[in-house]
Structure formats: structure tokens, C-alpha cells
């Protein structure tokens, strides 16, 4: 019989939804409590997902009846939150942006390699089945050399809205780092530059370009923004692509629309939340059961991380920032 993989949460924000609805939804795993700062919040949370409520941080990560922990928490508590957990001798999945800093994720590398668990950063494009297909067809020689990465994003977050963000550099351009290193190799060079249109309620930048060559040659362009939906033919909505001599392959959005307003979205880009699903399945299946090495590692969230940095440091200083 297949053993159950049971599951604390660490926060019930948004986000908690979809990871929830995943473990309820997948055969030998238990969802079996929450933990939210806000005890209210918590509560009808775990009402919504039938599992009950843990008085603390610590005794959730404590339990002896919980296998692996989502920390779904603010950014800034996922360093404690993972070396707690590691120390606790949980597996762990750890949402984006994994850590505030380098150093911070370092600290998290110790403390998983130190006890011997699992630990899966929420990289969750590429757990999606096109850009699965896409590393493989890049692996196989398919697409021939790889000259080019692409991955834009454009939609609309109100001020009220983005003013919860950082700014656009690290709660999206993180997302485009780690696609970037899965299809298109170790990045060596740093180009960025940022706008912020309309400061008066959110002072961080609502738009950002990066231009960043790999350290096999190939080039990559990376663009977000919450100043904007793109409405046009063809529109740069979310869509990643990567062009190689033999051949390309495309990865939107777009390919799955419910016409219905979804959070901060205009539309429910249905791909989102599958990706979401997907990356707790194999967590749970693939990294926990099976004991593989997850596509995404805290190795992988480091190099992001250097990434998001170099954009900042060359923003600032109006140059080329060159990675170790």
C-alpha cells in the first residue's frame, strides 16, 4: 500500500489555496494542518480545506505527525522558517522568492545538507508540461544551439495591489531567472534597467528589462510589468520562448483563459494555477516519495538570486555586472 505523505502549511494566504487543493486532490498525501499569524484567518482557512490549526510556528514544524512543510509566509520568515523546519527534520518546499538575500540562502543550504532533508524552492514554470517539453527538446538537440531566451510579462496590478510587492525585479524577474537557468544555461552578464510609472502610492518600479548573456553564448531578454495588460494580437501577456538554429519551442499564458477576474489578473490565466499544482505533486511524488533530486534546488535559487542582485547593482550603476 502507498504510504501518506502528510503536509503542514506555514501561512494561509492566496497561494495556500492552490497548494491546498493539490494535496487534497493527490491519492497518498494529507493535508494535515495550518499555521497563520493571523488566528482568524488560520482558522476559516482550515475550515475551507478540512484540516485543523496549529496555536504555533514551532509546533507545527515540531509534530511528529508531519512529514514535509510548505512555508508559504512572507519572504523575510522563510529563512528561520526552512532552518527550523530542517532542524525539525521536515522535507520542505519554500515559496518564491526563496530568501531576502544570498546569505540568508546559504544559511538554508547548511541547515538542509546538515539534516539530511529535501528541500524544493517554488520554481513553478518548470513544472509545466510545455517547459518540460521544451528542456527535453533543448537536451536532445532538437531545437540545435540555443541563441536566444525570451520571457515577457505584462499585466496590470493596481498601486493598492503592487504596493504589497517589492517591485517588479524580484516578484517576477525571479520567476524569469529560474526559467532562464532551466532552458537556457548559467548566466555570466548583467544588463538591467527599471521604470516606476505612477510613484504616488507605490514607490518601487512597476517595470523592468534585463538583457543577459549565458556563459555558453546564448542571449536573453527578460521583461516585466504591472503598469500594463497587453491587449494587442499575439500579446506578450506571460510568454516564454526559446530559439536555437535547428528550431523553437513557446511556452503562454495564453493557451488557457477563463474569462473571469482571478486576484490581480484581468482573467484567470489557468496555466498559473496548474503550475502551482503541478509543483506540489512533485514535490510530494517525485522529490518526497521517490527520493529524486528536485528540477529546482536551493543550489538553483543562489544562482537566481544572483541574478535579481546583479539586475539591482546594475540598474544603480548604470552598468555590465558580471556574475562569480
Same mark, same amino acid.
Given at each position: 500500500?502507498?504510504?501518506?505523505?502528510?503536509?503542514?502549511?506555514?501561512?494561509?494566504?492566496?497561494?495556500?489555496?492552490?497548494?491546498?487543493?493539490?494535496?487534497?486532490?493527490?491519492?497518498?498525501?494529507?493535508?494535515?494542518?495550518?499555521?497563520?499569524?493571523?488566528?482568524?484567518?488560520?482558522? &476559516?482557512?482550515?475550515?475551507?480545506?478540512?484540516?485543523?490549526?496549529?496555536?504555533? $510556528?514551532?509546533?507545527?514544524?515540531?509534530?511528529?505527525?508531519?512529514?514535509?512543510?510548505?512555508?508559504?509566509?512572507?519572504?523575510?520568515?522563510?529563512?528561520?522558517?526552512?532552518?527550523?523546519? &530542517?532542524?525539525?527534520?521536515?522535507?520542505?518546499?519554500?515559496?518564491? +522568492? &526563496? $530568501?531576502?538575500?544570498? #546569505?540568508?540562502?546559504?544559511?538554508?543550504?547548511?541547515?538542509?545538507?546538515?539534516?539530511?532533508?529535501?528541500?524544493? +524552492?517554488?520554481?513553478?514554470?518548470?513544472?509545466?508540461?510545455?517547459?518540460?517539453?521544451?528542456?527535453?527538446?533543448?537536451?536532445?538537440?532538437?531545437?540545435?544551439?540555443?541563441?536566444?531566451?525570451?520571457?515577457?510579462?505584462?499585466?496590470?496590478?493596481? #498601486?493598492?495591489?503592487?504596493?504589497?510587492?517589492?517591485?517588479?525585479?524580484?516578484?517576477?524577474?525571479?520567476?524569469?531567472?529560474?526559467?532562464?537557468?532551466?532552458? $537556457?544555461?548559467? +548566466?555570466?552578464?548583467?544588463?538591467?534597467?527599471?521604470?516606476?510609472?505612477?510613484?504616488?502610492?507605490?514607490?518601487?518600479?512597476?517595470?523592468?528589462? &534585463?538583457?543577459?548573456?549565458?556563459?555558453?553564448?546564448?542571449?536573453?531578454?527578460?521583461? $516585466?510589468?504591472?503598469?500594463?495588460?497587453?491587449?494587442?494580437?499575439?500579446?506578450?501577456?506571460?510568454?516564454?520562448?526559446?530559439?536555437?538554429?535547428?528550431?523553437?519551442?513557446?511556452?503562454?499564458?495564453?493557451?488557457?483563459?477563463?474569462?473571469?477576474?482571478?486576484?490581480?489578473?484581468?482573467?484567470?490565466?489557468?496555466?498559473?494555477?496548474?503550475?502551482?499544482?503541478?509543483?506540489?505533486?512533485?514535490?510530494?511524488?517525485?522529490?518526497?516519495?521517490?527520493?529524486?533530486?528536485?528540477?529546482?534546488?536551493?543550489?538553483?535559487?543562489?544562482?537566481?538570486?544572483?541574478?535579481?542582485?546583479?539586475?539591482?547593482?546594475?540598474?544603480?550603476?548604470?552598468?555590465?555586472?558580471?556574475?562569480?
Amino acid at each position: 500500500m502507498m504510504n501518506t505523505i502528510k503536509i503542514g502549511l506555514l501561512g494561509a494566504g492566496d497561494i495556500a489555496n492552490l497548494h491546498a487543493e493539490a494535496i487534497n486532490n493527490l491519492p497518498g498525501a494529507e493535508l494535515v494542518g495550518l499555521w497563520n499569524r493571523t488566528t482568524e484567518k488560520g482558522e &476559516a482557512k482550515a475550515k475551507i480545506f478540512g484540516c485543523k490549526t496549529y496555536k504555533s $510556528a514551532e509546533a507545527l514544524l515540531n509534530a511528529t505527525e508531519i512529514d514535509a512543510v510548505f512555508i508559504l509566509t512572507n519572504m523575510e520568515t522563510h529563512c528561520e522558517y526552512t532552518v527550523k523546519a &530542517a532542524q525539525a527534520g521536515k522535507h520542505i518546499l519554500v515559496e518564491k +522568492p &526563496a $530568501a531576502s538575500n544570498i #546569505d540568508e540562502l546559504k544559511q538554508m543550504q547548511r541547515a538542509i545538507h546538515l539534516a539530511g532533508v529535501k528541500c524544493m +524552492p517554488v520554481h513553478n514554470y518548470i513544472y509545466e508540461d510545455g517547459i518540460k517539453r521544451a528542456k527535453s527538446m533543448i537536451q536532445s538537440g532538437k531545437l540545435g544551439a540555443i541563441t536566444q531566451f525570451y520571457m515577457m510579462y505584462n499585466i496590470h496590478h493596481a #498601486d493598492k495591489i503592487r504596493a504589497r510587492y517589492p517591485g517588479v525585479i524580484r516578484q517576477i524577474l525571479t520567476h524569469h531567472s529560474y526559467t532562464m537557468l532551466y532552458l $537556457a544555461g548559467q +548566466p555570466e552578464t548583467v544588463s538591467c534597467m527599471k521604470l516606476t510609472v505612477d510613484d504616488t502610492l507605490a514607490p518601487q518600479e512597476n517595470v523592468a528589462m &534585463a538583457n543577459i548573456q549565458m556563459k555558453n553564448g546564448t542571449l536573453s531578454h527578460l521583461c $516585466a510589468s504591472f503598469a500594463n495588460d497587453d491587449h494587442a494580437g499575439d500579446p506578450w501577456t506571460c510568454i516564454i520562448k526559446v530559439i536555437g538554429t535547428k528550431g523553437s519551442a513557446r511556452y503562454s499564458y495564453r493557451d488557457w483563459v477563463i474569462n473571469d477576474r482571478n486576484g490581480a489578473h484581468s482573467q484567470t490565466y489557468q496555466c498559473y494555477p496548474e503550475s502551482i499544482k503541478n509543483t506540489t505533486t512533485h514535490f510530494i511524488n517525485n522529490v518526497i516519495r521517490n527520493n529524486e533530486v528536485p528540477l529546482s534546488t536551493i543550489e538553483d535559487a543562489i544562482t537566481c538570486q544572483r541574478v535579481i542582485e546583479a539586475c539591482e547593482l546594475s540598474e544603480e550603476k548604470g552598468i555590465h555586472v558580471k556574475l562569480n
